[in-house]
T-cell receptor, first 116, second 118 residues
Framework: AQSVTQLGSHVSVSEGALVLLRCNYSSSVPPYLFWYVQYPNQGLQLLLKYTTGATLVKGINGFEAEFKKSETSFHLTKPSAHMSDAAEYFCAVSDRSGTSYGKLTFGQGTILTVHP | DTGVSQDPRHKITKRGQNVTFRCDPISEHNRLYWYRQTLGQGPEFLTYFQNEAQLEKSRLLSDRFSAERPKGSFSTLEIQRTEQGDSAMYLC????????????????FGPGTRLTVL
């Protein structure tokens, strides 16, 4: 079974500071990994994804994530936080077996707060 | 650009009533997923369809829950005899699964239907 652990349910940063949201996964096969963002009372928006190839993945709004197989991690970063980045962020792993192919397993989410 | 739409956005009902939600996927997407999200948690998989076929159902989906996708287009999720524990955000997502399974399908989510059971 696959699983995702997001370390830290709340992260607070100052505007302009580095954003680092941590995600570790467990998967029996090479994983497909995703980061989604959710604003209050809205659905999820895809930030970026890793399938194969380059391990450093760039997404929208200046976010990027690096797949590290040896550490089973897929941490999300942004060099300089903006007030509009305040939201909840979810890491997810995609199932790649049989009829469950494509099903997403999500972490519990990290709420990012950005202070002026 | 038409994304995934869900109706209604909010539903308040009394315990024991039946409710039905609708999801309209992105045109030509062959896969449609339902997830449930409770407060403070990540979304949890409920079920999914490839075209009109329902391929998997989670153990979370009790007998009171039923989903359909007639003709492989829109989908409905019905909850019978609602309970307070059913209160949650119900999310729908759609994707286009490429025939070559070396590439995963990217799921695009709708805005969700928030259900409150009193």
């Amino acid at each position: 079974a696959q699983s995702v652990t997001q370390l830290g349910s709340h992260v607070s940063v100052s505007e302009g500071a580095l954003v680092l949201l941590r995600c570790n996964y467990s998967s029996s096969v090479p994983p497909y990994l995703f980061w989604y963002v959710q604003y209050p009372n809205q659905g999820l928006q895809l930030l970026l994804k890793y399938t194969t190839g380059a391990t450093l993945v760039k997404g929208i709004n200046g976010f990027e994530a690096e797949f590290k197989k040896s550490e089973t991690s897929f941490h999300l970063t942004k060099p300089s936080a903006h007030m509009s980045d305040a939201a909840e962020y979810f890491c997810a792993v995609s199932d790649r077996s049989g009829t469950s192919y494509g099903k997403l397993t999500f972490g519990q989410g990290t709420i990012l707060t950005v202070h002026p | 650009d038409t994304g995934v739409s869900q109706d209604p956005r909010h539903k308040i009902t009394k315990r024991g009533q039946n409710v039905t939600f609708r999801c309209d996927p992105i045109s030509e997407h062959n896969r449609l997923y339902w997830y449930r999200q409770t407060l403070g948690q990540g979304p949890e998989f409920l079920t999914y369809f490839q075209n009109e076929a329902q391929l998997e159902k989670s153990r979370l989906l009790s007998d009171r829950f039923s989903a359909e996708r007639p003709k492989g287009s829109f989908s409905t999720l019905e909850i019978q005899r609602t309970e307070q524990g059913d209160s949650a955000m119900y999310l729908c997502a759609s994707s286009l699964l490429a025939e070559a399974k070396s590439r995963t399908d990217t799921q695009y989510f709708g805005p969700g239907t928030r259900l409150t059971v009193l």
